[in-house]
């Protein structure tokens, strides 16, 4: 089968650094993205890995293990605007016009 | 400039009505996207079209509709509203590949 598992909801303090974590199981794999949805609006794009290792985009970092079939999105100098869900997915069969999208980590930043 | 918008933002409607819900995008993408998310935040996708073709058709009841009369427009025609229609239905484009998608804002439907 083809699924993706993140932790339903996370807590962090301002001005901390935050790890959500992503598992996925697909069949031809063909990149992971993250996206992030603030309460009441839509996903937007945050990366997407097709190779391992870690990409960084200013605050936010991504990782990707296609081996171990684990990626992390990494938030530092947490702010209270990043308060939102964080979603993760996969082309479904390696498929980038179709995605499976995990149900999202809540994090909630406190000061 | 709005990249993708969807129209109206709010529906509330009684079971049993037919409704529609449009949307455009400006920016040049060949794939277009319908998607449902539910009370628990599961984004689950409904209809993909690709320069106007039907390419992605999930198990959706046949009473959902889409229409794409070019590749920057999709609508989608919903019959005979029913309680769990509820939801808040996203449009989507992509170019394909690593670019992801741009959603629009969403229409959040209530049947009542």
């Known amino acids: 089968g083809q699924n993706i598992d993140q932790p339903t909801e996370m807590t962090a303090t301002e001005g901390a650094i935050v790890q959500i974590n992503c598992t996925y199981q697909t069949s031809g794999f063909n990149g992971l993205f993250w996206y992030q949805q603030h309460a009441g609006e839509a996903p937007t794009f945050l990366s997407y890995?097709?190779l391992d290792g870690l990409e960084e985009k200013g605050r936010f970092s991504s990782f990707l293990s296609r081996s171990k079939g684990y990626s992390y999105l990494l938030l530092k100098e947490l702010q209270m605007k990043d308060s939102a869900s964080y979603l993760c997915?996969?082309?479904?069969?390696?498929?980038?016009?179709?995605?499976?999208w995990g149900l999202g980590t809540s994090l909630a930043v406190n000061p | 400039d709005t990249a993708v918008s969807q129209t109206p933002k709010y529906l509330v409607t009684q079971m049993g009505n037919d409704k529609s819900i449009k949307c455009e995008q400006n920016l040049g993408h060949d794939t277009m996207y319908w998607y449902k998310q539910d009370s628990k935040k599961f984004l689950k996708i409904m209809f993909s079209y690709n320069n106007k073709e039907l390419i992605i058709n999930e198990t959706v009841p046949n009473r959902f509709s889409p229409k794409s009369p070019d590749k920057a427009h999709l609508n989608l025609h919903i019959n005979s509203l029913e309680l769990g229609d509820s939801a808040v239905y996203f449009c989507?484009?992509?170019?394909?590949?690593?670019?992801?998608?741009?959603f629009g804002s969403g229409t959040r439907l209530t049947v009542v």
């Open positions: 997915a996969a082309p479904y069969a390696g498929n980038n016009r179709k995605l499976i």
């Open positions: 989507a484009s992509s170019p394909g590949g690593r670019y992801g998608y741009t």
């Open positions: 890995n097709v």
